[in-house]
């Protein structure tokens, strides 16, 4: 039977698709300055203000897939370490208080790596459209499948997923932040009201205030992630973070971070408030 705090697993799929796409799509303008503020050519180089929905294509596609698959490994990982620790409890009567958000953390850290599979070739595709490197998603995709008769399949494989490592040391760390802080907020939301409904408006307000907080956070990261996915050759991770301190600075890794903090702020509104707003329709709340 699952907690009040759990979702099942056919449901979080759904909510997790519909939460993926409403944010992905309403948000992408601020997703598209963010990228061109981090581009190593500049701003203007890049595409300034012009074609700001340039690779909506690509986000499209992937936004369903990409966060259904993160919320029902989140779910389903969330819910297994409860059932682990609930057993154990029964033959150990002591419980920390830090058990519980230990499990949120690596629940959303499971989620992520697995979330990952479609998102990295999804950025590579529409990070390249946004800085005007191609003209649209499509022309991106087919000038990655085009090196094949230079690089290989392989080479193909692994250009979708250049910046896979990156992605992974950014998305990890900021779920981390997030999810444990929405789960607490949620949490101590139930304790005050004595209710255990969560209304959509109050995941939306958690989700806006933990995703502020993890995307500061984790601005230098998501800076390096940018720069190795932009780049003409593949590049790696620590010649790369030496090469920016070098030529831009320590000021480089906070390119974009108002943009960055505002999107996902505002994302976290809309992904976690959609989130739950389709879980509580599903549940018939």
Not at 130 to 136: G, L, P, R, T, W
Request: with cysteine.
């Amino acid at each position: 039977m699952c907690s009040p705090s759990e979702t099942p697993f056919a449901r979080a799929l759904l909510a997790g698709a519909v939460a993926g796409t409403s944010v992905d799509l309403s948000l992408y303008p601020i997703d598209t300055l963010k990228t061109r503020l981090q581009s190593s050519g500049g701003f203007q180089a890049a595409g300034g203000f012009r074609g700001i929905y340039a690779g909506v294509g690509s986000a499209a596609l992937g936004a369903a897939p990409g966060a259904a698959l993160f919320f029902s490994t989140y779910e389903s990982c969330k819910s297994l370490l409860r059932q682990r620790r609930e057993s154990s409890l029964q033959s150990n009567a002591r419980s920390n208080e830090w058990v519980e958000p230990l499990e949120h953390m690596i629940a959303a850290s499971v989620g992520e790596v697995a979330a990952c599979a479609v998102r990295v070739p999804t950025e590579v595709v529409k990070q390249r459209a946004q800085a005007v490197q191609y003209k649209s998603s499509l022309e991106s995709f087919k000038a990655i499948v085009s090196q094949r008769a230079s690089i290989g399949y392989l080479g193909v494989w692994r250009e979708f997923y250049r910046g896979w490592s990156i992605t992974i040391i950014r998305e990890v760390p900021f779920t981390v932040i997030q999810f444990p802080l929405w789960e607490a907020m949620k949490e101590w939301r139930r304790r005050t009201t004595g209710h255990q409904h969560i209304s959509a408006l109050e995941s939306g307000i958690f989700g806006s205030v933990a995703g502020a907080v993890a995307a500061g956070i984790t601005t230098p990261l998501d800076v390096l992630k940018t720069r190795m996915m932009l780049s003409a050759e593949k590049q790696k991770m620590i010649p790369l973070l030496v090469k920016i301190l070098q030529t831009s600075g320590s000021r480089a890794f906070f390119a974009g971070i108002a943009p960055r903090v505002m999107w996902i702020s505002l994302g976290g509104a809309i992904f976690l408030g959609s989130y739950q707003l389709t879980v509580n329709a599903l549940d018939g709340v």
